[in-house]
T-cell receptor
């Protein structure tokens, strides 16, 4: 099963612009994670935000979490062509060591 | 950081044959590993949880007799797609959770299966 929706499904921007992706989920969580996937490759962990956090930064990434709305957003600032990839949010079943449930993902294209 | 490998990275087989995919944790032990399937331009769907020393747990709708999982050691899980058919063509990805409470996972690079 999938946890929820991400929007937009596809996003095309120019280098230097910011990209914002949103994710919604259905169940209660103890954290939410964002992953990146280059075409035909495995996933790379980007950032984890805990349920008691509202915002977290890592380099050019900013993640927000609103547990009341069961939603999260990922902001990539000053995007680069190398940021072109698919981005997925994922949540666990509220227990360490359990599988992740992924959103449908946003495909980001950054053109130079 | 910890690395998870998969082998092979790509496989093409004829319909009716069986294909084995290996997932290894390279510098850590994983009593649990997860297998996901991803169709083109789609998200990852959890297929099963591989448990070292015990039977795998399959998600609803996943045929356990078709997708055989063996977690032979603390660093190796295998997924065998038996009697593969074209509709089994997909990208198969394994993951292993890190230690600690965060449930961050390390993902393998994936295996592209094409069944002719």
């Amino acid at each position: 099963s999938q946890q929820g929706e991400e929007d937009p499904q596809a996003l095309s921007i120019q280098e230097g612009e910011n990209a914002t992706m949103n994710c919604s989920y259905k169940t209660s969580i103890n954290n939410l994670q964002w992953y990146r996937q280059n075409s035909g490759r495995g996933l790379v962990h980007l950032i984890l935000i805990r349920s008691n956090e509202r915002e977290k930064h890592s380099g050019r990434l900013r993640v927000t979490l609103d547990t009341s709305k069961k939603s999260s957003s990922l902001l990539i600032t000053a995007s680069r062509a190398a940021d072109t990839a698919s981005y997925f949010c994922a949540t666990g079943r509220n227990q360490a060591g359990t599988a992740l449930i992924f959103g449908k993902g946003t495909t980001l294209s950054v053109s130079s | 950081g910890a690395v998870v490998s998969q082998h092979p990275s790509r496989v093409i087989c004829k319909s009716g044959t069986s294909v084995k995919i290996e997932c290894r944790s390279l510098d850590f032990q994983a009593t649990t590993m997860f297998w996901y399937r991803q169709f083109p331009k789609k998200s990852l769907m959890l297929m099963a949880t591989s448990n070292e020393g015990s039977k795998a747990t399959y998600e609803q709708g996943v045929e356990k007799d078709k997708f055989l999982i063996n977690h032979a050691s603390l660093t190796l899980s295998t997924l065998t797609v038996t009697s593969a058919h074209p509709e089994d063509s997909s990208f198969y990805i394994c993951s292993a959770p890190t230690s600690g409470p965060s449930n961050e996972q390390f993902f393998g690079p994936g295996t592209r299966l094409t069944v002719l």
